[in-house]
């Protein structure tokens, strides 16, 4: 038999048992197909909030893992070039910035401080109380700066081609996403 037949025979029976179970009840129940329409609906409002609920649930254990364990990053824009060419796919871990267990040398990925819709794929250079000596290429001097307390500073491996902290400053550490542990290449 085709899955049809048996899923019209089981309707029927249930239809079936429906008037016989009326007809057995007392009282003003309404005809049998009223009490068939409130079951039958009954049925599909559950299955329908189930459906909703487990919705909800696995999208809150997603939201979970991308937010607190890590996740998978596609980076565009030269500025880590030669390290991270443009389109190569990266695995981040957000652990560590929980931990504080960032540190110099790392490439991170971070909310830009001049446009927080964007995230931003740098460098480590200082963390908190360094000393860090920057140049930005339209200047002809080098400057020192100071990173201050709760702060990083980030800057891309291609310096000539780079938007970051010898621009926008100390980038707060509250700001990092997560540290970069694996890059695949796609080129």
């Not at 089981?10 to 129940?29: E, P, R």
């Not at 824009?77 to 991270?84: C, L, Q």
């Amino acid at each position: 038999m085709s899955f049809m037949k048996l899923k019209a025979i089981s309707i029927l029976l249930t239809v079936i048992n429906f008037i016989n179970n009326n007809n057995k009840k007392s009282g003003d129940q309404g005809p049998w197909w009223q009490s068939l329409h409130r079951t039958m609906l009954r049925g599909i409002l559950g299955k329908t909030f189930r459906l909703v609920g487990y919705t909800i649930q696995y999208a809150c254990i997603a939201h979970c893992a991308f937010e607190y364990v890590g996740g998978v990053v596609m980076c565009s824009g030269p500025s880590m070039e030669p390290t991270i060419q443009n389109s190569d796919i990266v695995c981040a871990e957000n652990l560590s910035r929980h931990f504080y267990g960032i540190q110099r040398g790392d490439i991170v990925i971070a909310k830009s401080p001049s446009d927080p819709k964007s995230n931003i794929c740098k460098r480590v250079i200082g963390l908190e109380g360094d000393k860090i000596l920057t140049s930005r290429p339209s200047d002809f001097f080098k400057s020192h700066n100071y990173v201050p307390t709760g702060h990083v500073w980030l800057e891309g491996d291609n310096l000539q081609n780079s938007t970051d902290s010898r621009y926008y400053g100390p980038v707060p550490y509250g700001l990092i996403r997560g540290r970069i542990f694996f890059k695949k290449s796609c080129s």
